[in-house]
C-alpha cells in the first residue's frame, strides 16, 4: 500500500448520487475525487432513459432549486419532454423528459471534468479506513491510501451485484460493468447492516425490426417547461422525437404462465426483495391475473442509436423466452433483441442506521446516498446525494447540517423516510408520500428551496435576485388582481360563456373568477386590459396562488402544527430504556433510531401516540428540572 494524495472528500460511486455528492462538494470549496470503477459509467441510465416523472420531477426541481446538476443537465440532452398529470391539480403536475442516455452521460462527465476541486478517478474502493472512530481515508483494489475527511456512499447496485437471466447468472453490476466485490465485507467488518435488493430492467430492441403502424405514437408537448429554472423554454427548445403505446396480450401472458418455472424469480433463485411498485412482467401477470393486458411505451434510447426501451416489461426470464414473450406484442412480432432483461441484485444498506443528514450515526464523517440507501430510481438517487455532498461540507467545516423537513419538500420526505421507518423493498418516491403536496409542488420548488442554496452556497447572486425579483412581480400581480373589480358587461358575459362559466348579475372581483374551476388567469386577459407584461412563470404563480388560495391557507395551518412537533427537540444523550411508560418495542425503536424531535419519533414504525404522549411529559420534566 502507498499514500496517495490527501483530499477533504470521497466520494465512491459516480452515478446520479455520486455526481451530485461530488459537484455539490467541489462547488462549496472541498478537494473532492469521485471514484467510479467505469467512468463509462457516470451518469449512466442502466434502466429507464428518462428523468422526472410523477413524484420524481418534483425532485428534479428541487435538486435544481438547491443549486444540484441534474435539472441542467436534462435540459441539455432531453429527445422528448412531456407534464403529467395535467388533468389533476398543480400539487401533482410532474415533468418528465426522454433523454439521449449517451448525451446525458457525457453532458454531465464533461461537467464533472471542468469543475474545480473536482476529480474524477477509475478505481474500486475496497475499504473505508477509520481512526480513532472517524474517517480518515479510502482505499483502492491498487493498494492506494487516499487520507480524507469525510466519505460518502454512492455505490447504487454495484455492491456484490449479479445478473440473472434464466438460470444464467452472471456476476456483475449493471449493463455487464465490473461489480464492487470486497467493500461489502469492509462495512459488515464495521459494523454495518446490509440487505439484498433486486431491481431489473426490460429488454432493448432495434427499431429497424419494429412495426410503428401498430402502436400509438405518443408524442412530447407543444409548450416546453424547463427542469432548470435558470432556463427558458425559448433557450431549451428543439425538435422533439415520439415514443410509442403498444400493449401485452393473452398470448404474452399464456407465454409467461408457461414459463414461470423457469423465472429466477419465481424459482428462488433470486435472494433479493423487488420493487413493489415497479414489478416485473412475470409479476404482473401473476399478481394482476384478471387484467387482460399491460401498457407498454417503446421509447427511443438516444438521436444516434436504434436501440429503443421497453418501459413497463422489466423481466428475468430466460432469452428464449423472452424472444417468444415480446413477439406476441403488436409491433414487436419480427423485434430483434439488442440487449436482453436481466434482474440484479445488490448489497444495500438499512437507512435506519443513518441521520436525517445521512451521517451514519456511530461513524462520523461517514455518509451514504443513493440506492445503496434502500431507494429506486434516478431522482431519488440525486436528491440524497446532493444532500450527502452538501452535509459531508458540512460536517468537516463544524456546521450544523441541512436537514430539510417534510414541510420543505419531497427530498425532506424521502430522506425522513428512509431514515425513520427504513425500507423493506426498494423505496420510490410517490406524491401520496407527501402530506402537504398542495405547498410542495414542482412549480415553487424555487421560491422553498433556492434561498437555502443561496444560503449554503450552491446558488450565485444572480439567480437569487432573480427569484427575488419573481416573488416581488407576483405579489404585485395578485394584489393588483384582487382589487380589480368587473361588472355584469356584455364583453364579460361573452367570455363567461365561451368557457361555460356561469353569467354574473352583479359586480365581481377578477380574483374570485379565477378561482372558478373553468376559468384562470390567462383565460380572462381579455378582460384585464391593465394587465402588465410578465414572464410566464409569475403568471403560473399568480394563477395558482388566487385560484387555490383557500386550500393552501389550510394547508399552511397544518404545518404550522406539524412544526411545533418538529422543533420539540429531543436530546441525542436521552436513554429511552430508563424512561418509564415507552412500551418495550418503542424503546428499542427509539433507542436504535435516535429520532432528532418529537415530530420525527411519531414517524417511526412501532411508536404510537400514547409513546409520543410519554415523550411530551419525560420533556417536560426535564425542563422543569433545568
Known amino acids: ?37 467505469s467512468l463509462d459509467s457516470i451518469a449512466m441510465m442502466p434502466c429507464n432513459p428518462s428523468i422526472g416523472g410523477s413524484s420524481k420531477g418534483h425532485l428534479v426541481r428541487e435538486i435544481d432549486a438547491l443549486g444540484g446538476e441534474m435539472g441542467r443537465n436534462i435540459d441539455k440532452t432531453y429527445i422528448q419532454t412531456k407534464m403529467l398529470n395535467t388533468g389533476k391539480g398543480p400539487a401533482v403536475y410532474s415533468l418528465r423528459a426522454q433523454a439521449d442516455k449517451n448525451r446525458y452521460h457525457e453532458e454531465m462527465k464533461h461537467t464533472l471534468e471542468n469543475t474545480p476541486h473536482l476529480r474524477i478517478r477509475q478505481a474500486e474502493i475496497v475499504e473505508i479506513r477509520m481512526e480513532d472512530g472517524h474517517v480518515t481515508g479510502v482505499v483502492t483494489a491498487g493498494g492506494a491510501l487516499y487520507g480524507c475527511k469525510a466519505v460518502v456512499l454512492c455505490m447504487g447496485t454495484y455492491m456484490k451485484s449479479r445478473c440473472l437471466t434464466g438460470d444464467c447468472i452472471t456476476e456483475s453490476g449493471p449493463n455487464n460493468l465490473m461489480p464492487a466485490t470486497k467493500l461489502s465485507q469492509c462495512l459488515r467488518d464495521m459494523g454495518i447492516r446490509l440487505f439484498r435488493f433486486k431491481t431489473g430492467t426490460p429488454a432493448r430492441m432495434n427499431r429497424n425490426s419494429l412495426d410503428f403502424s401498430k402502436m400509438q405514437p405518443q408524442y412530447g408537448d407543444a409548450e416546453i417547461v424547463p427542469f432548470s429554472f435558470e432556463n427558458t423554454a425559448e433557450g431549451i427548445a428543439r425538435e422533439q422525437v415520439p415514443c410509442w403505446l403498444t400493449y401485452t396480450n393473452e398470448k404474452t401472458h399464456q407465454v409467461i404462465r408457461e414459463n414461470l418455472h423457469r423465472s429466477p424469480l419465481f424459482g428462488g433463485l433470486i435472494e433479493g426483495t423487488g420493487p413493489r411498485y415497479c414489478p416485473s412482467i412475470e409479476d404482473k401477470v401473476v399478481r394482476f391475473a384478471d387484467k387482460e393486458r399491460h401498457q407498454l411505451f417503446v421509447e427511443p434510447e438516444g438521436e444516434n442509436t436504434e436501440e429503443m426501451y421497453i418501459q413497463g416489461m422489466s423481466s428475468s426470464l430466460p432469452e428464449d423466452v423472452q424472444i417468444a414473450m415480446y413477439r406476441t406484442i403488436p409491433g414487436l412480432e419480427h423485434c430483434e433483441i439488442t440487449r436482453f432483461a436481466y434482474a440484479i441484485e445488490y448489497d444495500c444498506i438499512d437507512a435506519t442506521q443513518l441521520k436525517l443528514s445521512l451521517e451514519f450515526k456511530d461513524y462520523p464523517g461517514l455518509f451514504s446516498a443513493g440506492q445503496f440507501n434502500g431507494s429506486s430510481g434516478y431522482e431519488e438517487a440525486a436528491a440524497q446525494g446532493l444532500m450527502g455532498g452538501i452535509n459531508a461540507v458540512r460536517y468537516i467545516q463544524g456546521e450544523e447540517p441541512i436537514i430539510l423537513q417534510r414541510s420543505d419538500g419531497y427530498i425532506g420526505v424521502l430522506i425522513d423516510d428512509l431514515i425513520s421507518k427504513g425500507s423493506k423493498e426498494p423505496y420510490r418516491m410517490m406524491t401520496s408520500r407527501a402530506e402537504f403536496r398542495l405547498l410542495l409542488r414542482q412549480d415553487n420548488a424555487d421560491q422553498r428551496l433556492t434561498p437555502i442554496g443561496y444560503r449554503i452556497g450552491l446558488v450565485d447572486e444572480k439567480r437569487y435576485q432573480a427569484l427575488l425579483e419573481k416573488q416581488r412581480l407576483t405579489a404585485e400581480e395578485i394584489q393588483r388582481v384582487k382589487g380589480w373589480n368587473l361588472s355584469p358587461a356584455k364583453e364579460v358575459l361573452e367570455v363567461l360563456a365561451q368557457y361555460g362559466s356561469s353569467p354574473i348579475q352583479t359586480g365581481v372581483k377578477l380574483a374570485d373568477l379565477i378561482k372558478r374551476p373553468e376559468l384562470d388567469y390567462v383565460k ?103
Open 1 to 37: 500500500m502507498y499514500n496517495a494524495e490527501k483530499i477533504d472528500i470521497a466520494v465512491i460511486g459516480g452515478g446520479h448520487a455520486g455526481c451530485e455528492a461530488a459537484l455539490a462538494a467541489a462547488r462549496l470549496g472541498m478537494e473532492t475525487i469521485l471514484f467510479a470503477i
Open 524 to 626: 380572462l386577459a381579455p378582460l384585464d386590459p391593465q394587465r402588465p407584461a410578465l414572464p410566464a412563470a409569475v403568471q403560473e404563480q399568480v394563477n395558482i396562488q388566487i385560484k387555490y388560495e383557500g386550500y393552501i391557507s389550510q394547508q399552511i395551518k397544518q404545518v404550522e402544527q406539524f412544526q411545533k412537533l418538529e422543533n420539540r427537540l429531543l436530546p441525542e444523550e436521552i436513554d429511552y430504556e430508563r424512561i418509564q411508560g415507552l412500551r418495550l418495542e418503542a424503546r428499542q425503536k427509539l433507542n436504535a433510531i435516535r429520532p432528532r424531535s418529537i415530530g420525527h419519533a411519531s414517524r417511526i414504525t412501532g411508536v404510537s401516540p400514547a409513546d409520543i404522549s410519554v415523550l411530551l411529559i419525560y420533556l417536560e420534566q426535564q425542563k422543569r428540572r433545568g
